[in-house]
Each structure stands twice: as C-alpha cells, then as structure tokens.
C-alpha cells in the first residue's frame, strides 16, 4: 500500500485525476495549511499560542525552470518578512529541487543563500529538507558551502538510510544542527532498511549521537515509541529539554503535540501552504493507510 502511494505521489495523470475532484482537493487541509501565506501565518499563530514553535514550508519541489526557482526565492523572502512583522516564533523549511537543485548545483547554491543570508539579518534560521535518495550527495554539497560560511543553517537526516549514520558523524564534526526524521520516499532495499523494526533502531542509536552532541537538534517523529525512547535517554544522561526540540508535521498528532509542551517539551510543527501539495500530500497518505479512509470518506460525502 505504502509503495503505492509512494508511487502515485510522482504520478502526474493520478493528480490531474484525483484534483477534479473538488472534495479531494478539500481534505487537503487536513495536512496542508492553505495555499496562501496568510493560511500559514493564520495556522502558526494558532500553534504558538499553544506554546508550540513552527517552520514555514512553501510547497514545492522539482523544479527545473530557472525563472521558477527565483520565484521561490522570493516567496521565502517574503515568509522571513512576514515572520518579523507578525512576532511569529517560526522559522523556514526549503527543498533543494525547489530552489534549483535539478537546474545547477550554483544556481541552487546562490538561490538557497539568498534565502539564508536574508534569514541571518532577522536571526532566523533556514532548514534545509532531505529529499529522496539521489539527491542527497548535492543536497549534503549544498548544506556544506553554506554551512562553512553561515551557523544558521540546518540540514535532515533519514534514518532509514544505510549511509545515514556516516553522514551524522561527519556532519555534527561540523557542527551543524541536523533534524532527524525517518525518511518519507521509496527507496530500494540496496539504500535503505527494508525493515520498520531497523529503521527505527537506527533511529534511536541516531538520536543517541545527536543528544550526545554540542548542537542543538530536532527530534522529528510522530512514534511514541521514539519519542519515549528520546525522553528516556535525555532524563538517563540529564541532558535538559531546552537542548533540543520535537518536531511534528501539520494536522499529525496534535493531542501528543499538545502533551509534550505540557510536559515541558519543546515542539516545533512543520507547516505547509501553498498550491503544489499534491506530492507531500500523498506522501502522508502512504504513511498511514488509514488516512485514505478519512480522504475517501470525505470525498464519498462530498
Ligand atoms: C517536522 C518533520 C519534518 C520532516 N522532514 C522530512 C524531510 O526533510 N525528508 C523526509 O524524507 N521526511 C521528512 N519527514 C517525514 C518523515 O520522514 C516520516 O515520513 C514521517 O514523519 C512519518 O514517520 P514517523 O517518525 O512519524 O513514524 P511512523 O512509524 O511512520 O509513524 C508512527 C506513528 O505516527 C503516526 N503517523 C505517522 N505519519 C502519519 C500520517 N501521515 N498521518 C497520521 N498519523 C501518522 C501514526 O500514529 C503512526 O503509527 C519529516 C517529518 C517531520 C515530523
């Protein structure tokens, strides 16, 4: 089922099937905050004034027009501005392929600094998002050269990557500040653990380097299982709740979300807006089968 959806989520005749559908296009807001950027700013206030922090995510990926990716830009410039003017506690989440990735590798590098260049003036930080696994040596590339010249700037690791415990050792060498999360794409057994039960034992022995490390990092997870793995970890090396944070998608969990600020936790919900939700959409789909229940369900009412 999982892979299906995977698949469905590149599929572009799927798309233009499924978005005739006006109630399909409805439940999007389930996990997407709207297409404009005030849906977002609206979604966010809500979030902080429930002590939760977010990360801007204007939707978008695979983009190869040249043109196209300056309007990125500037559509995250306009987010860091808002951001300001509104007193949002939120920062900003980017695709590489969104901002050129596909095009050159310097374009995407000049693109991406504008963006954390723009970020530093209002001490706000930029977030870079792993996408799937053939992009991640020119992602890692990217991250790098920015990285040697601005601290604001994080990078995501997957765990369900062979390779990913190498990567965290040789980036926290940098110092960078990594988000750790599962991994959302499909990807072939010669890349990836095959097996849930591996992936989230990576996951933990993962967690274990980043808590154990100087930077501060974010615990991306919806597993209570994770999560009770991290809190039981940090409390064991008394390592405080201030020296990192959880992170949740949009619309996912929120009772747990709200649990662990209550606790004391910190949460940070990654927020997307805009009109290219289809992928990531469905890529939510394919995490959790019984989300298609709730989409067909609404769409039989609809
Ligand atoms: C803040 C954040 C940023 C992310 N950034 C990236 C990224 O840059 N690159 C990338 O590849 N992936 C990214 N992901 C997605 C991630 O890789 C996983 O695909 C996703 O988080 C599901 O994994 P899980 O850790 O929640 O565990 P799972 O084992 O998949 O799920 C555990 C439990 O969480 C709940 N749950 C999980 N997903 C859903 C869902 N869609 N709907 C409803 N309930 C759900 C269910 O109760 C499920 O049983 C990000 C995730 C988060 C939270």
């Avoid at 206030?45 to 990926?61: K, P, V």
């Avoid at 860091?80 to 095009?103: F, M, R």
């Avoid at 039981?232 to 944070?245: L, S």
């Avoid at 807006?273 to 469905?282: A, D």
Wanted: with cysteine.
């Amino acid at each position: 089922m999982k892979s299906i959806f995977l698949y469905l989520s590149t599929s572009d005749r799927f798309k233009k099937f499924l978005t005739r559908f006006q109630s399909f296009n409805n439940v999007t807001h389930r996990f997407v905050a709207g297409e404009a950027l005030a849906d977002a700013v609206e979604a966010i206030r809500h979030l902080n004034g429930q002590g939760i922090s977010a990360s801007f995510d204007h939707l978008g990926e695979s983009i190869t027009s040249e043109i196209e990716t300056r309007t990125e830009v500037n559509e995250y410039l306009r987010v860091l501005d808002s951001i300001d003017e509104s007193g949002l506690n939120s920062n900003v989440s980017v695709k590489l392929t969104q901002l050129g990735l596909d095009v050159s590798q310097d374009l995407c590098y000049a693109n991406t600094r504008k963006i954390v260049e723009a970020a530093l003036r209002y001490n706000n930080f930029v977030r870079i998002d792993m996408e799937d696994s053939t992009k991640i040596d020119p992602t890692l590339e990217v991250f790098k050269r920015l990285r040697a010249e601005f601290e604001n700037v994080g990078i995501v690791i997957q765990a369900y990557l062979y390779r990913s415990e190498k990567d965290v050792e040789e980036l926290l060498g940098l110092g960078a500040r990594i988000r750790l999360c599962k991994g959302a794409y499909k990807e072939p057994p010669l890349v990836a653990f095959p097996k849930k039960a591996d992936v989230d034992a990576n996951y933990i022995k993962l967690t274990k380097l980043l808590l154990t490390s100087d930077a501060y990092h974010g615990i991306a997870t919806h597993d209570e299982n994770m999560i009770a793995a991290t809190i039981q970890f940090a409390k064991k090396r008394t390592i405080p709740t201030d020296k990192f944070e959880f992170q949740m998608l949009y619309g996912i969990r929120r009772d747990l979300q709200e649990k662990l600020v209550r606790e004391g936790y910190r949460m940070r919900v990654y927020v997307p807006y805009g009109r290219y939700w289809y992928p990531y959409f469905m890529r939510r789909l394919a995490e959790r089968p019984a989300n298609m229940w709730f989409v067909l369900r609404n769409m039989l009412r609809g």
